[in-house]
């Protein structure tokens, strides 16, 4: 494996390695400072009194000592280490918290959502970040990037997934620096007349500016929205509809402003500015030039993290450039950026867009030569299209795991749809930025407008025709951890195999397809010896899950309230049949009965022995009469319940002391059958 030999490349996945031993094992703040020291101070020693030692030697502790700093760092970013968090202070009651808004989320049907700083907490100077939910309220508007509010509050813990497979919010939260959420009523802060103002504000302003502009002129609704996201980075106004197409074709990078963009705005501006080399130090005026339009391109779009990371990335590209050293200038630097981001901010490797970002890149710096060399075609058309088809399998491969491991699906066609739309992507760069231009000047054409609006309807009804293709699209495909790393090993292997053919590289590649084979058979054989009964959480709603084997049949009135629960269930579970069934009264748990009691309970069925005691639909019994005379095991209240209802039935549990299990604090209760 080539890239292995750069050295920046060895200490990255050593600084990798450590931040995930960081992760895992949180180790004490202490510790990982002392282990790193120590290997410092023997590295130190290594290299100042014994000049001749082994070269392996020297190797192995700057590779340890990468781990430990790799651990190190890790350990430093958590909150409780940061000695001005404000967690290190009684968040338990009301407080008075200055909140300085940092981004603006999309909103839900309930609140507008952001990030937001924490200044003060009371009189104290703090940091740290919090999630604001603001409830929607039409008098007034929303706030923006560098507004201040002050408000008397409790901050509230994220709550964890409460179904079996849900997607974790709470864990995803944490790996961007948020603890803590606040939910309050408009009426219920006060905002500052004179904030700070920061060059977020300042970026987020113009971006405000730039769509209030554009939103004048002619523009389709769909259309706006795609031009936004394309251009701003802004994907908060566009469609579900049109959001959903370009998943399902495989064309989602293309809304995603990232390092794809970049790339391409580079290419256009290194083309556009070629004669500025015919100036005296045309070369440099170019290069800073270039520099200049990546970094205000990036203050254009809002400073996102994903943008600064592609715009620094591609400055070191442009000075590479510069240097007409572009391929190995670009294999060392882009790499290199990988490893001072992580230094940085090590929780970026927990990011899926930082994942799926560098893995591209990685993919593309690595196997797309190799492809190059499959095929040479001798005429320009059939050169440049088979180095697009090469760019694209080589992305592919390299996201690959990671989409099924997150997204579970897989779009078939993605590879027409970059044939089909990434050719066009530099005009419709090149064109929107025009528009931009003209829009602020206020000199743009209706032509122009017509004529982009067009390009942009058309390129989303190609996606749309693509996404509609529905045995294109692999959906529901079940993808744990362990097949991730096995399936990033059998594509590395692969590739391995295919650069040098020898008998241990193939056996390697062999070996591994063997292992995931056997993984998936093993697991396939568990599952159809599982039995199991799940009493999910969902609010104002009933849904119990059985699973027989790779059947699972799902009880719940409102199958669409519970659409998303059992399909988390039936994807990790990789389950093939799936039926949906009224509630019944009572299941057998084994030898015991599960009792459901709902809004329409009237009387108990006569000689039943209960052992598990389902409360749903908020009944209105007194539930300790009704102990006394079923005397379960266990009580259970679902999300269908009122809370005040749970309340009382939880004290008069803890009154009989008698096991209580509210769905909605413990999250679902599992009944492993067999």
């Known amino acids: 494996m080539r890239l292995l030999r750069f050295t920046t490349i ?87 918290y200055t909140l300085k808004i940092r981004e603006v989320l999309k909103s839900n049907d309930f609140s507008d959502r952001y990030v937001a700083h924490v200044k003060h907490m009371d009189s104290l100077r703090v940091s740290g970040k919090v999630l604001l939910n603001i409830a929607i309220d039409s008098t007034k508007g929303t706030l923006l990037v560098d507004d201040e509010i002050v408000v008397f509050t409790t901050l509230q813990p994220i709550t964890p997934p409460l179904n079996p497979y849900q997607f974790n919010y709470r864990k995803y939260l944490e790996n961007i620096g948020i603890e803590h959420q606040v939910r309050i009523a408009q009426d219920n802060y006060m905002v500052h007349p004179l904030p700070d103002k920061t060059i977020f504000g300042l970026a987020s302003n113009i971006r405000n500016h730039i769509i209030e502009k554009l939103s004048k002129e002619n523009f389709g609704t769909e259309e706006l929205g ?129 994942q799926l970002s560098y893995a591209a890149v990685f993919s593309i710096v690595w196997i797309f030569p190799l492809l190059q060399k499959l095929w040479v075609p ?30 579970h699906q897989f779009p078939g066609l993605f590879l027409v749809s970059s044939l089909l739309i990434l050719p066009f992507l530099t005009f419709i760069l090149g064109f929107g930025i025009l528009v931009i231009t003209l ?131 039936t994807i990790a579970q990789n389950i093939t049949k799936v039926e949906h069934q009224p509630i019944k009264n009572s299941f057998l748990i084994g030898e015991d009965r599960l009792l459901i009691l709902d809004s329409s309970f009237v009387q108990l069925p006569k000689e039943i022995a209960v052992s598990t005691l389902l409360l749903t639909q908020s009944p209105k019994i007194n539930l300790e009469r009704l102990l006394d005379s079923v005397q379960p095991v266990i009580v259970i209240a679902d999300g269908s319940n009122y809370r005040s209802y749970i309340e009382r039935w939880k004290a008069t549990c803890n009154k009989k002391k008698l096991p209580f299990h509210s769905t909605g604090e413990k999250g679902a209760l599992i009944y492993n059958l067999r």
């Open 10 to 96: 060895k200490l990255t996945l050593f600084l990798i390695c450590g931040i995930l031993i960081g992760y895992f094992f949180n180790p004490s703040l202490a510790l990982s400072f002392s282990l790193t020291i120590i290997l410092l101070i023997a590295l130190g020693g290594v290299f100042a009194y014994n000049n001749k030692a082994p070269s392996m030697l020297f190797g192995l502790l700057t590779g340890l000592l990468t781990v430990a700093i790799g651990i190190f760092s890790l350990t430093l970013s958590k909150p409780n280490n940061i000695g001005s968090h404000y967690t290190h202070h009684s968040v338990d009651g009301k407080r008075a």
């Open 226 to 354: 795609v031009i936004q996201a394309l251009l701003l980075g802004q994907r908060n106004e566009i469609t579900t509809e049109i959001d959903a197409d370009y998943k399902n074709a495989g064309a989602y990078h293309i809304l995603a402003l990232s390092g794809l963009h970049i790339g391409i705005l580079l290419g256009l501006l290194h083309f556009l500015l070629m004669p500025l080399e015919l100036l005296p130090k045309g070369k440099t005026i170019k290069l800073v030039v270039i520099v200049l339009l990546l970094w205000s391109f990036a203050l254009l779009a809002g400073l996102s993290a994903s943008i600064l990371r592609a715009v620094t990335m591609f400055s070191f590209v442009a000075y590479a450039l510069y240097l007409n050293r572009p391929t190995s200038n670009f294999n060392i630097l882009a790499l290199s950026l990988f490893f001072i981001l992580l230094l940085l901010d090590p929780k970026l490797l927990f990011q899926v867009g930082f």
């Open 378 to 407: 001798q005429y320009w058309f059939l050169r440049k299209t088979w180095e697009l088809v090469s760019v694209s399998i080589a992305a592919q491969l390299g996201v690959l795991p990671i989409s099924l491991y997150y997204f």
């Open 439 to 569: 829009s602020l000047a206020n000199s743009l054409p209706s032509i122009l407008v017509t004529v982009y609006d067009t390009v942009i309807r058309w390129m989303n009804t190609i996606i749309g025709t693509l996404a509609r293709q529905e045995n294109f699209l692999f959906r529901n495909i079940s993808f744990d951890a362990i097949q991730l790393i096995l399936c990033y090993g059998i594509i590395i292997s692969m590739v391995m195999a295919f650069t040098k053919v020898s008998y241990k590289r193939v056996m390697v590649f062999l070996v591994l397809i063997l292992c995931f084979q056997s993984y998936i058979l093993g697991n396939r054989q568990l599952t159809k010896q599982k039995e199991t009964l799940v009493v999910g959480h969902i609010t104002r709603n009933t849904t119990l899950i059985h699973q027989t084997g790779q059947n699972v049949t799902v009880f719940t009135n409102n199958p669409t309230a519970s659409e998303r629960m059992a399909n988390d269930y």
